[in-house]
């Protein structure tokens, strides 16, 4: 028997969920809430089964919703939604202890591997230069994004390290241990991240490039499978998801 997912918001993610999930294998829909549109359900409450995970790629708005359906039922869920407040992320928490919780910033597959290799070949390649360059799209609003920060976190797992966003004028030789963060923005890129370990006389290059939208709903599918076999509460990532948490 198929897993049941119900879908919390339906805008381009919703949607993309929503088609990929038309002919999949082992998840299927049995709900789509969104008070905002018509054609969706208004809140969990008016589902008329029980799913057996939810994913949410809506509003922060929407997290009391979730929050009083997930404290009442348990249901595991995958939290995509980006934008928490500090107390919103602290609901999240508490939410943990009712259930297993998914949450990422980026459900990308290929960004979660991306981690783990800057975990492993940091310490090996110990002194070399670390830069991080992202490129996004000409709308995007902030900088520089979270999934530059979560990979410059990944290096710093590893070391003493100092963020240095941008460089200008005179700034002198680089330092030891700096981690170089730089956003480029232009036309309709949708997302490419790119890390640099420049050594003697030798760079390597690791780079994940995002070529549509529909990777985040896959991710997205894969963790809800994944949570909804976790069996105990907790907070879980991707990483949880694709590794078992267990490090290489
Ligand atoms: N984690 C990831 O990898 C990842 C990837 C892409 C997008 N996102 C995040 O997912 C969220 C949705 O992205 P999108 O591109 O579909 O945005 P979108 O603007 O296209 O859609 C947002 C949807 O949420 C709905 N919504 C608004 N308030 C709501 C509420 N109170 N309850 C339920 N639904 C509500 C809107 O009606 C809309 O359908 C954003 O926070 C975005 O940053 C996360």
């Given at each position: 028997m198929k897993t049941r997912a119900a879908l919390v918001g339906f805008g381009a993610m919703g949607k993309a969920v929503a088609e990929l999930l038309k002919n999949h294998m082992d998840l299927c829909l049995c709900g789509i809430v969104d008070?905002?549109?018509?054609?969706?359900?208004?809140?969990?409450?008016?589902?008329?089964?029980?799913?057996?995970?939810i994913i949410d790629f809506s509003h922060p708005d929407s997290l009391p919703m979730l929050a009083q359906y997930i404290?009442?039922?348990?249901?595991?869920?995958v939290l995509c939604t980006t934008g928490y407040s500090e107390q919103q992320e602290a609901l999240v928490h508490e939410l943990s202890q009712h259930a297993p919780i998914l949450r990422s910033r980026n459900m990308s597959l290929g960004v979660c591997v991306m981690e783990r290799v800057l975990r492993m070949i940091t310490p090996v390649l110990n002194g070399y230069d670390v830069e991080i360059i992202e490129r996004h799209h000409n709308k995007k609003i902030d900088a520089p994004s979270g999934t530059a920060l979560a990979l410059a976190r990944a290096v710093e797992s590893c070391g003493s390290f100092t963020e240095v966003h941008g460089r200008d004028g005179i700034v002198g030789a680089r330092k030891k241990g700096e981690i170089g963060i730089?956003?480029?923005?232009?036309?309709?890129?949708?997302?490419?991240?790119?890390?640099l370990f420049a050594g003697e006389d030798e760079v390597l290059s690791i780079r994940h490039s995002a070529q549509s939208k529909r990777l985040f709903a896959a991710g997205a599918i894969r963790a809800a499978l994944f949570?909804?076999?976790?069996?105990r509460p907790g907070l879980y990532t991707m990483d949880d998801a694709l590794f078992g948490g267990k490090e290489a």
């Open positions: 008070p905002m549109s018509p054609s969706c359900l208004p809140s969990l409450d008016a589902l008329n089964e029980q799913p057996d995970v404290r009442a039922h348990g249901t595991p869920a730089h956003a480029v923005r232009g036309g309709t890129i949708v997302g490419e991240h790119e890390v949570a909804a076999s976790a069996g």
